[in-house]
Structures are given as structure tokens and as C-alpha cells.
């Protein structure tokens, strides 16, 4: 079935180093989604990517969609302690279900 | 954005017992709900697909005479953990998918179960 590889598994950076984390899938996809957890919280929704080699950016978040549309990252320049999270990527399956990658667990050393 | 409310955020029980979670869309209707499961430190597993006023569709391995789900209104689904064991201790999480077009999800609070 459909699979997404989210590398890597955890991150600890200095404050103001920046941060990325990747997916790859072996398929082409529709479209990714990218979501961020916080410890003890839920998922809450980032960003969608739709268009091969599309870029986005919400202030110090910058996502990108692959050219063949089977890849995506998510980096964060300058990280900040409200940083601290789990970062997840998603992608669809069918029926409007998503299924996640692994995540990427970031902390950040003030 | 929607809102999706689930309750409780957190339940202990004894083995054996049966414990009911709720997930409602407050703002919109939600034909299709999802359940999911988290682990310590791991991803969200999908467990089931919560479907209005039909059959819910379960993954792989999950159980379904275990983890009733009841999907009545357009606004509430329900999963049961029926005859919890200690290896059902989890955090489960609903969501619901925006009917705006886009296929975000927008998720509950999740429900932290553990079974004593």
C-alpha cells in the first residue's frame, strides 16, 4: 500500500540553527500535506502541496514539492523554542484518508 | 477553520471494561470521519474510516468486533474499545476532512486511554 519515508526520526539543534525534515515516496502523489504536533497535543494542519516543484513559505517555514511529485521537504530557518514539535508529512490513500509518515521530533536548545 | 471536539481527553479504566469515545464536527457536517491511533513516539496509525449512516471501514489488523465505531448524524462519530486490556492503552485521535475542496484533515483533541 501506499507509503511515505520520513527521515529524520529526531532532531536537536541549537536555537537559531535551522531545521529540515524529509519525505519520499515511491509513487507520485496527488498532493502532500505537512502537520505539526505538539508534545501532548494534536495534529494541527500546516500546509498542502499541489503543483510539481511548488514552494511555499509561512514566515520562517519554507515547503517544497518535488519536481516529480514524489518528494517534499519542510525546513525552518532560524529556529525558535515554539519550534519544538513533531513535524509529520501526509499523503493520500483514497476514501480522504491520509496516511502519515513517521514524523520528525524536534527540540530546540535555548 | 473547523472545529472537531472529542471527548474525554483522557480515561483510566480496568481491564475488561468498555470505554466510548466521541468526536463531533461543530461547524460543519462530516459525512467521513477517521480514527486514529498513536503510540509513544510513533506516527498516526489509521485505524478506520467512519462513514454516515453506513458501515465504518477498518485497516488491516484492527479489530472490528473490538473497536465499534457508530457514525449516526453528520456530526458525530463514536469509537468504542470494547473489553480494553492494558495493550489497548493508547491515544487515540478523530478527524474530520474539510469540505472546502482541499483534503486537509482537522483533528480532535485525542483521547489519552489507559487501561489499568
Known amino acids: 500500500g501506499q507509503q511515505v519515508m520520513q527521515i529524520p526520526q529526531y532532531q536537536h539543534v541549537q536555537e537559531g540553527e535551522d531545521f529540515t525534515t524529509y519525505c519520499n515516496s515511491s509513487?507520485?502523489?496527488?498532493?502532500i500535506q505537512w502537520y505539526k504536533q505538539r508534545p501532548g497535543g494534536h495534529p494541527v494542519f500546516l500546509i498542502q502541496?499541489?503543483?510539481?516543484?511548488e514552494v511555499k513559505k509561512q514566515k520562517r517555514l519554507t515547503f517544497q514539492f518535488g519536481e516529480a511529485k514524489k518528494n517534499s521537504s519542510l525546513h525552518i530557518t532560524a529556529t525558535q523554542t515554539t519550534d519544538v514539535g513533531t513535524y509529520f508529512c501526509a499523503v493520500p490513500r483514497g476514501q480522504g484518508n491520509l496516511i502519515f509518515g513517521k514524523g520528525t521530533k524536534l527540540s530546540v536548545k535555548p | 477553520g473547523a472545529v472537531v471536539s472529542q471527548h474525554p481527553s483522557r480515561v483510566i479504566c480496568k481491564s475488561g471494561t468498555s470505554v466510548k469515545i466521541e468526536c463531533r464536527s461543530l461547524?460543519?457536517?462530516?459525512?467521513?470521519m477517521f480514527w486514529y491511533r498513536q503510540f509513544p513516539k510513533q506516527s498516526l496509525m489509521l485505524m478506520a474510516t467512519s462513514n454516515e449512516g453506513s458501515k465504518a471501514t477498518y485497516e488491516q489488523g484492527v479489530e472490528k468486533d473490538k473497536f465499534l465505531i457508530n457514525h449516526a448524524s453528520l456530526t458525530l462519530s463514536t469509537l468504542t474499545v470494547t473489553s480494553a486490556h492494558p495493550e489497548d492503552s493508547s491515544f487515540y485521535i478523530c478527524s474530520a476532512r474539510d469540505v472546502g475542496g482541499n483534503e486537509k484533515l482537522f483533528f480532535g483533541s485525542g483521547t489519552q486511554l489507559s487501561v489499568l
Open positions: 502541496l499541489v503543483k510539481s516543484g
Open positions: 509513487t507520485t502523489l496527488s498532493n
Open positions: 461547524d460543519f457536517q462530516a459525512t467521513t
